[in-house]
């Protein structure tokens, strides 16, 4: 079983940058896919990116292309989301996950470990 930790969430201006941390510990593999999640105040659950372990594929979704950038420490068995150019709408709650498929879904039911969240507000 895999547990997740974010942290690095926090309060920020528009234009400012943010970079969020995600820890995994337990059973991981290299196959394995990590992904980033948001959910904003009444929204439903949005897909932010997802990377293998790997490294080798990476994608991310459409509101944040160009601003965002996933990577991994595979060493501390990290996942990291830079956050730059940020906006009022990036702000949410934002959680981690893995799923052993292999797959980078952008569909969180794929996902079977999440973190607890951490929140990210972004004032105007």
């Known amino acids: 079983q895999v547990r997740l930790v974010e942290s690095g969430g926090g309060l920020v201006q528009a234009g400012d940058s943010l970079r969020l941390s995600c820890t995994a510990s337990g059973r991981t593999f290299s196959t394995d896919v990590m992904g980033w999640f948001r959910r904003a105040p009444g929204k439903n659950r949005e897909f932010v990116a997802a990377?293998?372990?790997?490294?080798?594929?990476?994608t991310y979704g459409d509101s944040v292309k160009g601003r965002f950038t996933i990577s991994r420490d595979n060493a501390k068995t990290t996942v990291y989301l830079q956050m730059n150019s940020l906006k009022p709408e990036d702000t949410g709650v934002y959680y981690c996950?893995?799923?052993?498929?292999?797959?980078?879904?952008?569909?969180?039911?794929?996902?079977?470990?999440w973190g607890q969240g951490t929140q990210v507000t972004v004032s105007s």
């Open positions: 996950a893995s799923n052993r498929g292999g797959t980078l879904w952008s569909d969180s039911t794929k996902y079977e470990a």
């Open positions: 990377t293998t372990w790997s490294g080798g594929s990476i």
